[in-house]
């Protein structure tokens, strides 16, 4: 009995982690795009977080969607957006141009 309650509940733990484990895909409007450049840099600096697998922009506009697809148990939202409004711009790398609209 105890062996049949041990090894359900390490099947929970195992399904439990492999849920935590899954790719999410999340959707990130970003403003203060200028150009073909920053859409790479921020794509570059989001796909150097580990746990992210791929961050790819849509066309550029005033404001421009990133997808990403990443692991939750890796990284954070919070810490992809934090990536992202840290990118220096292509033009003055010392400002942080890029907000990310909530």
């Known amino acids: ?26 959707t990130l409007k970003v403003k203060g795009i200028t150009c073909s450049m920053d859409l790479n840099m921020i794509s570059a600096n ?6 992210v697998q791929a961050c790819k922009p849509s066309k550029q506009g005033t404001t ?14 919070k810490e992809i957006i934090k990536v992202i409004e840290g990118t220096g711009s292509c033009e003055n790398p ?8 909530q």
């Open 46 to 51: 989001v796909e150097k977080l580990t746990g």
């Open 64 to 77: 421009t969607s990133f997808i990403i697809s990443y692991r939750p148990s890796a990284v954070s939202d």
């Open 94 to 101: 010392d400002e942080r141009p890029y907000k990310v609209k």
């Open 1 to 26: 009995m105890l062996t049949t309650l041990t090894a359900h509940a390490s099947a929970q733990i195992n399904n439990t982690l492999n849920q935590a484990d899954s790719l999410v895909s999340i």
